[in-house]
């Protein structure tokens, strides 16, 4: 049977009873008070009761360690929590019950009283205190646990005395303070400190007298001693003391206590707590408690950008652990948790990375601090922030800003372009948009609006997005329609919350003399009773003079009407006669260009007719390598006139024909394809009022070798608008024999 092994105490039952009770306050208070009912009134006892069991003797805790997880470490001097045996130590849930997942400690668990708990960065659980073993195995007043409670068998520094209080590093390294005289074998009065694998530092020796109860590590390194000496490297030093990174005393630091310095603790702001069994600090009455000032106590809380928040601490402040982020969009009023920081290599800065910060509000660092009796006791330190991201859009033109909303155009800025005549000149002007915000800038398209927008055009678009501190460009061209003033606003959306879109004036002016405008677009000709209806555009340039009217004509005639409209009714013409009409516009200078010409046949309103195609050459028989001739008659009986007849004779692959040449001759008001002539396939649009008719001469060549009867087809299809009566009169094939030429010259 495993024998249970005996508690046993020394130097720690020295201590008074108020003082451990005043101990057991200190240590428990940060836990049991997150563990307190919301709705309890103050001074209202808290339902939570751990039972704590014990088999004989005073049963008490020492320390408490809350981890990242919301799990309780507790340890001192007990038999079992919960009902459940665990000799002095057991972790708690959250919600106050007992952790199953924590090994029991039951009989076997540590031989002795547990002082001082410290969590490491990989949850790893450090012991401090008066004990010979952990679960069964040696372990002198110091021991570390693995996350599940389990002995780490490859940690084992050895301390010779009680171990009163353990403190981890920003390094990782681990300070031991306690009423030991060596550690793993080594002289080390007092004050020790093991790297992560349990050996000694060999370089750190601050060499204390007597003992130490208390420690703290401040953000610049320096280590803050409580206890009950006398000397620190030789150099005395009554019961408080400051040592640096390297064990080296801080010869300007002696506050001086009358007794034991029990308890350290560093505030926020790097003023440092005292308390024990003192009557005196530094010649001046304090009575168990005091106060002492510090070297200035810094720490920044910024956000290099959207991703990620930093703490940046030095000085005096308190070293801290389980650092926490957090942000607030309502000033405060409550705060929603971002993550758990994590530490920058081994320095005292904490950062959390990956974040997706938006708009603007607060952001809140807090962080765990270690102190008070045996370092038993923690406390929070925490710092506030104001933060804002977004995109903040600035404009400029000749490296001079442009304002939003800008309505004062300035040559300075090139919002006044300048001037530019009118004739065939354009002034080209380059804005840059920066990005002066500390989040990506989204832009749309720039866009021109206003009176004269015609006359400003983006010739060049901005790159989208623009990176904090980056910039792009646009640039816009003026090309003066007319003299004088003219003027316009450009618009760029983006995603500034402030400045969407940006708006500002621009303006140019015309100058130069004017000529006669550009051509019109005409789009349509529609065939109506003895006349047409001309649809068309306004030119691209009036020429610097404003329209005064537009000149429809419609030939044979030429017929005209002028009307300042874009849509002209000529009148006058001769039902089912093909006409050509055009358009042309006329400012002060004179009469512009005429646009392209349309077909149209007056009294074609009907939508039927009957197209027929007819083919023929005249011979049976033709000699091989010989052209054969075809006349192709096209024909449109009517009613109804047809525009844009298709008329189709294919040669080369898949055909019997190599090469061909073909003219056209229109009959009876008919329109041709422009040019009449052509070569290779036929494929041309004709124009076929009611009765007329088109004659295409057709000439091919037969492919060389044939010897068998050959055969052509041509074909003709109505445009979509007109239906056709018949169309099996829409195809004709026609073609002879071959007589074949043999090599001797005989058939």
């Not at 309890?40 to 981890?67: E, M």
């Amino acid at each position: 049977m495993t024998p249970r092994f005996s508690t046993h105490y020394s130097s720690t039952d020295r201590l008074s009873n108020p003082r451990r009770a005043c101990a057991l306050l200190m240590a428990c208070f940060a836990w049991l008070c997150l563990a307190a009912s919301a709705a309890a009134a103050p001074g209202d006892v808290d339902p939570l009761d751990l039972s704590i069991l014990t088999y004989g003797g005073d049963s008490f805790i020492n320390a408490t360690v809350v981890q990242p997880d919301g799990k309780t470490i507790i340890a001192g001097r007990f038999d079992g929590v919960l009902g459940v045996e665990d000799q002095n130590i057991a972790r708690i849930n959250a919600d106050g019950t007992r952790d199953g997942d924590f090994i029991q400690f039951r009989f076997t668990g540590v031989a002795g009283t547990v002082n001082s708990v410290a969590l490491q960065a990989d949850g790893k659980i450090l012991l401090g205190g008066d004990f010979t073993y952990v679960l069964v195995s040696g372990r002198n007043n110091i021991a570390r646990l693995n996350a599940n409670g389990r002995l780490d068998t490859g940690f084992n520094p050895d301390a010779n005395g009680v171990v009163h209080s353990v403190v981890v590093q920003a390094d990782g390294k681990i300070l031991l303070g306690g009423e030991f005289s060596t550690v793993g074998g080594t002289p080390r009065q007092g004050l020790a400190r093991v790297n992560a694998d349990g050996t000694l530092d060999a370089g750190f020796n601050p060499d204390v007298d007597a003992y130490v109860h208390s420690m703290v590590v401040q953000a610049d390194g320096k280590i803050l001693l409580g206890g009950l000496f006398n000397t620190v490297g030789g150099t005395t030093r009554h019961s408080i003391a400051r040592v640096d990174a390297a064990g080296a005393l801080d010869t300007g630091f002696n506050p001086s206590a009358s007794g034991t310095v029990t308890s350290v603790a560093v505030q926020a702001d790097g003023r440092i707590l005292l308390g024990g069994e003192f009557t005196t600090v530094g010649g001046t009455p304090r009575n168990s408690f005091a106060r002492l000032l510090n070297d200035p106590a810094t720490q920044t809380l910024s956000t290099p950008d959207a991703t990620q928040v930093t703490w940046t601490r030095g000085g005096s402040s308190p070293e801290v652990s389980l650092v926490t982020f957090e942000q607030s969009t309502d000033s405060g009023a409550s705060w929603t948790p971002l993550g758990s920081g994590t530490r920058i290599g081994s320095t005292p800065n904490w950062q959390l990375t990956g974040l997706a910060l938006t708009g603007s509000g607060q952001l809140r660092a807090r962080g765990r601090t270690s102190g008070g009796y045996q370092n038993g006791s923690s406390g929070l330190v925490e710092q506030v922030t104001s933060f804002a991201f977004a995109p903040e859009i600035a404009v400029s033109g000749n490296s001079v800003d442009i304002a939003d909303g800008d309505a004062t155009p300035d040559p300075a800025d090139h919002t006044d372009v300048g001037d530019v005549n009118i004739v065939n000149a354009t002034l080209v002007r380059t804005f840059t948009i920066a990005n002066r915000g500390n989040v990506d800038l989204t832009l749309g398209t720039v866009t021109v609006s206003g009176t004269h927008a015609a006359d400003f055009t983006v010739s060049l678009q901005p790159a989208s997005p623009v990176a904090p501190n980056g910039s792009t460009s646009f640039q816009v061209s003026f090309d003066p329609r007319a003299l004088g003033l003219r003027e316009a606003t450009l618009s760029i959306g983006n995603n500034d919350p402030d400045e969407n879109p940006f708006d500002f004036s621009i303006q140019g002016t015309g100058t130069g003399t004017a000529i006669v405008p550009d051509a019109p677009l005409i789009l349509s000709a529609m065939p109506l009773d003895q006349a047409a209806r001309i649809s068309f555009n306004a030119p691209g340039s009036d020429g610097g003079s404003a329209i005064l009217d537009y000149s429809a004509s419609c030939t044979p005639g030429p017929i005209s009407t002028t009307l300042n409209a874009v849509i002209i009714d000529v009148g006058g013409l001769t039902n089912n006669v093909a006409y050509r009409c055009s358009v042309r516009a006329r400012n002060a200078v004179g009469m512009g260009a005429p646009s392209g010409e349309l077909s149209v046949i007056p009294g074609s309103s009907g939508s039927s007719a009957d197209l027929s195609i007819t083919k023929t050459n005249g011979v049976t028989f033709v000699n091989g390598g010989a052209v054969v001739e075809y006349t192709i008659t096209v024909t449109n009986p009517g009613p109804a006139a047809v525009i844009g007849a298709r008329v189709e004779d294919a040669i080369g692959a898949g055909t019997d024909f190599s090469a061909a040449v073909w003219t056209c001759t229109p009959l009876n008001n008919a329109a041709c394809p422009s040019p009449a002539n052509g070569s290779g396939s036929l494929d041309a649009m004709v124009d076929l009022p009611a009765t007329s008719s088109v004659q295409f001469v057709f000439g091919a060549l037969p492919n060389a070798g044939s010897e068998t009867p050959i055969s052509n087809i041509a074909s003709v299809t109505p445009p979509a608008a007109i239906s056709d009566a018949n169309l099996n009169n829409n195809v004709a094939l026609d073609g002879p024999d071959v007589r074949g030429i043999f090599r001797n010259g005989f058939e």
